[in-house]
């Protein structure tokens, strides 16, 4: 079944300290006032132009392992090879925060008024990747399909978290297999030649649900040494796993 | 204080229509477009430019002091066009092809403005031989190339390979940035520079601008 999920922008109001964060601001700094003016006034005009909208489709395990090689660009192996054989469910998902906030962004940044639009940038930013941890939590729900109400296997809650095509071995042109069966050009979200996503504030990938054991996995793929974020240990941890939960 | 020493405060200070009004009193008061620039200007974001290596301010920062210059540029830009007041250099950023991210380009497009390069910015998802033709057209020294994803660097090599089949390997220069590059990747990939950051970019393509 297929979900569209238009998101208030009220509900969609970045967290401060996170877009501080992605400006580079240490934790431990206090911002000064003209920057938390500059701040208010891109919270302010994210919510005047962007429109979060973004849907999700369920797919079989099957299916998927059909979609994730693509054109046989990805790495040897990937995360989801390790993930998906133990997921429970598994869904398709694209969001976007619409293209009049990142038409508005390109114009600032290209004027005297850059500062606002890097600000702007790195709402924008913000939302959209939280606009897949909100897909998260609504295929999490199961309201449509289940009475669970958000239970999974045994029982236990469903951890659900998104994966992404450009990450973790799974080739950006992986995309290609990914819209051509999810059509997110529904909600306005399109693919170019290069594999960019339009409009440039947009997410794509594929929703795992599990336990929080589905995504453990040992972060020692070639392609881990030349990762700077190695944010995997984060995302284990935010489904229940600690620090070290892939050594369990 | 002296004017021009008042001016590199506005700038370091983010203070853009101050920086807009003593830009104009400078010149005024009988300096030059090239003093202004580069004693007032360009000297307050050498401060901020230093200031940001040693992680005592941070990006907000820099944005605010990149907005005072460009309003003091944009008081000077027809003066300096006319007085034919020679850059630091010119170089070509893009983010290679298959790559939508360039905040990170931006603000070493900022920096090196600030710092006195002339900068033709290609976007993104530029395609290799397009850095190439850029550079050639306009008379660049240097490309510098950002990417994001470890999919998408690889077209850096694409680049450096261009500018061999063309010739010109040696004659212009790269340097190579983004998260998922690092020193021994750009060795690989047989570039001249490796940039950290915004920052370090500067002193990289300053150093690839001397160099014979």
């Given at each position: 079944m297929?979900?569209?999920?238009?998101?208030?922008?009220?509900?969609?109001?970045?967290?401060?300290?996170?877009?501080?964060r992605?400006?580079?601001?240490p934790?431990?700094r206090?911002?000064?006032?003209?920057?938390?003016?500059?701040?208010?006034?891109?919270?302010?005009?994210?919510?005047?132009?962007?429109?979060?909208?973004g849907?999700?489709?369920?797919?079989?395990?099957?299916?998927m392992?059909r979609i994730?090689?693509?054109?046989?660009?990805?790495?040897?192996?990937?995360?989801l090879?390790?993930?998906?054989?133990?997921?429970?469910?598994v869904a398709l998902?694209?969001?976007?925060?619409?293209?009049?906030?990142?038409?508005?962004?390109?114009?600032?940044?290209?004027?005297?008024?850059?500062?606002a639009?890097?600000?702007l940038?790195?709402v924008?930013s913000?939302v959209?990747?939280r606009?897949?941890?909100?897909?998260?939590e609504?295929?999490?729900?199961?309201?449509?399909?289940?009475?669970?109400?958000?239970?999974?296997?045994?029982g236990?809650?469903?951890?659900?978290?998104?994966?992404?095509?450009g990450?973790?071995?799974?080739?950006?042109s992986?995309?290609?297999?990914?819209?051509?069966?999810?059509?997110?050009?529904?909600?306005?979200?399109?693919?170019?030649?290069?594999?960019?996503?339009?409009?440039?504030k947009s997410?794509?990938?594929?929703?795992?649900?599990?336990?929080?054991?589905?995504?453990?996995?040992?972060?020692?793929?070639?392609?881990c040494?030349?990762?700077?974020?190695?944010?995997?240990?984060?995302?284990?941890?935010?489904?229940?796993?600690?620090?070290?939960?892939?050594?369990? | 204080?002296?004017?021009?020493?008042?001016?590199?405060?506005?700038?370091?200070?983010?203070?853009?229509d101050?920086?807009?009004?003593?830009?104009?009193?400078?010149?005024t008061?009988g300096?030059?477009?090239?003093?202004?620039?580069?004693?007032?200007?360009?000297?307050?974001?050498?401060v901020v430019?230093?200031r940001?290596?040693?992680?005592e301010?941070?990006?907000?920062?820099?944005l605010?002091?990149?907005?005072?210059?460009?309003?003091?540029?944009?008081?000077?830009?027809?003066?300096?066009?006319?007085a034919?007041?020679?850059?630091?250099?010119r170089?070509?950023?893009?983010?290679?092809?298959?790559?939508?991210?360039?905040?990170?380009?931006?603000?070493?497009?900022?920096?090196?403005?600030?710092?006195g390069?002339?900068?033709?910015?290609?976007?993104?998802?530029?395609?290799?031989?397009?850095?190439v033709?850029?550079?050639?057209?306009?008379?660049a020294?240097?490309i510098?190339?950002?990417?994001?994803l470890?999919?998408?660097?690889?077209?850096?090599?694409?680049?450096?390979a261009?500018?061999?089949?063309?010739?010109?390997?040696?004659k212009?220069?790269?340097?190579?940035?983004?998260?998922?590059?690092?020193p021994?990747?750009?060795?690989?990939?047989?570039a001249?520079?490796?940039?950290?950051?915004?920052?370090?970019?500067?002193?990289?393509?300053?150093?690839?601008?001397a160099?014979?």
């Amino acid at each position: 079944m297929r979900r569209v999920i238009v998101f208030p922008v009220e509900e969609s109001r970045a967290d401060s300290d996170a877009v501080l964060r992605r400006l580079g601001l240490p934790e431990d700094r206090e911002p000064s006032e003209r920057v938390l003016r500059l701040l208010d006034a891109a919270l302010e005009c994210f919510s005047e132009q962007a429109s979060p909208i973004g849907m999700l489709e369920e797919v079989s395990r099957e299916e998927m392992a059909r979609i994730l090689p693509g054109h046989g660009q990805n790495e040897a192996q990937t995360v989801l090879d390790r993930v998906l054989p133990r997921a429970d469910r598994v869904a398709l998902f694209a969001a976007t925060v619409g293209e009049p906030v990142c038409a508005h962004i390109r114009h600032l940044v290209a004027g005297p008024e850059a500062p606002a639009g890097f600000f702007l940038d790195a709402v924008a930013s913000e939302v959209t990747a939280r606009l897949a941890d909100r897909l998260a939590e609504r295929f999490a729900e199961r309201d449509v399909w289940h009475p669970d109400g958000g239970r999974g296997r045994d029982g236990e809650p469903a951890r659900v978290l998104p994966y992404s095509p450009g990450y973790c071995g799974w080739h950006t042109s992986g995309q290609r297999a990914l819209f051509a069966r999810l059509q997110p050009a529904e909600i306005g979200v399109t693919l170019n030649a290069s594999c960019l996503m339009a409009p440039i504030k947009s997410v794509s990938g594929v929703l795992v649900e599990g336990t929080a054991q589905t995504h453990r996995f040992r972060p020692d793929f070639p392609f881990c040494a030349r990762c700077a974020t190695r944010d995997c240990l984060d995302r284990m941890r935010s489904v229940g796993g600690g620090g070290d939960a892939w050594k369990s | 204080m002296e004017i021009l020493t008042r001016l590199a405060t506005e700038v370091e200070a983010g203070e853009a229509d101050l920086a807009r009004a003593t830009t104009g009193e400078a010149l005024t008061a009988g300096r030059s477009a090239e003093e202004v620039l580069k004693q007032g200007l360009l000297a307050g974001m050498a401060v901020v430019g230093e200031r940001f290596r040693r992680r005592e301010i941070f990006l907000p920062d820099v944005l605010l002091a990149a907005r005072a210059l460009h309003a003091g540029l944009a008081v000077l830009q027809p003066l300096l066009e006319g007085a034919g007041v020679p850059s630091a250099g010119r170089v070509v950023l893009g983010t290679v092809q298959g790559d939508l991210h360039d905040i990170g380009k931006n603000l070493v497009g900022i920096l090196l403005r600030g710092a006195g390069f002339e900068v033709v910015d290609l976007g993104t998802d530029v395609a290799a031989e397009r850095f190439v033709d850029a550079a050639v057209e306009h008379g660049a020294r240097v490309i510098g190339m950002s990417a994001l994803l470890t999919t998408t660097r690889l077209g850096m090599r694409d680049v450096i390979a261009a500018l061999r089949t063309r010739g010109l390997a040696g004659k212009i220069r790269t340097i190579v940035g983004g998260a998922p590059v690092d020193p021994g990747f750009a060795r690989e990939i047989g570039a001249d520079a490796y940039a950290f950051d915004a920052a370090s970019a500067v002193d990289e393509v300053r150093a690839l601008v001397a160099r014979p």
